[in-house]
Structure formats: C-alpha cells, structure tokens
C-alpha cells in the first residue's frame, strides 16, 4: 500500500524519496511488546532542500518557530501514539501533511492605522482626571 506521493492539497504532493522514515522501538507503556517490536515512526522531511515546495511556502514553514524543525531546516516528527507500526507510519505522515497545509495559508497583511481625532481627546481627557485625582490625594495627605 505504498503510494508514490504524499497528497497535501490538489495542487501539492511530497515524492516518497524525499520522505526518510525510520522504526525505532517506542517509549512508555506496552507490556514486552514493546521492548521487541519497532512500532514507532520518526519521520524526516527537508524542508529547506525540498525541491517540491514552493518558495513561498518553504519560507513560511522555515519561519516558524517550530520545535520539530532542526536548524538545518529538516522536520523531524516521532510517531508512537498506536501500536501498530502502519497506523502510526499514516500518523506521521497526516501529520506532515497537517504541518505543510498550516503553511499554505497566506497571513493577512496587517494595515497601519492612526487613532482617530476622538479616540486621541479621549485619552487626553482620561489623563487630565487621572491627573486631578492624583493632586487631590495629595493635597489631603499635607493638611
């Protein structure tokens, strides 16, 4: 059941070569299936020398400051959530999937703005009665 590509989106798919996935044995519970069995997945993709992503997007998944991405730009993700080595191979590679598709999505361009001329004598208004009933504690406290 492999397939030649990881589907992202309609218009993005991942070649197999430049998925590296490795079986190591899981952590945590699991009776003594766990010491004899590689049912966990750690899955490696380059992000930085992905030839199939494109430059916008390989920018975007680089800026984030996410924990999984090395500093040689390659996306680790260690999957040992089931205890079949197939269910959390697809574990992994959803979530690969997730973390690309994440990345697809073009943050909204932020627009300067000035505050208005009533917001600005609001504040200036504020500050003036702020400013009396600092002075009036004051003068209290001297008679």
Do not use: C, Y
Not at 8 to 25: D, K, M
Request: glycine share 6%.
């Amino acid at each position: 059941m492999v397939s030649e590509a990881l589907h992202v989106s309609a218009r993005l798919a991942i070649p197999e070569a430049e998925i590296v996935e490795r079986f190591v044995r899981a952590s945590g519970a699991g009776g003594q299936n766990v010491n004899k069995v590689s049912s966990a997945v750690e899955l490696r993709f380059d992000v930085a020398g992905s030839p199939s992503l494109p430059e916008p997007l390989r920018a975007r998944l680089l800026a984030q400051r996410d924990r999984r991405l090395t500093d040689g730009g390659v996306l680790v993700i260690d999957a040992q959530r089931f205890r079949t080595q197939e269910r959390n191979r697809a574990d992994a590679r959803e979530r690969l999937a997730d973390f690309i598709r994440a990345g697809m999505v073009v943050p909204k361009a932020r627009v300067a703005t000035k505050p208005t001329h009533g917001s600005r004598m609001r504040r200036l208004e504020q500050k003036k009665e702020r400013a009396q009933v600092k002075r009036g504690r004051s003068q209290r406290n001297w008679e």
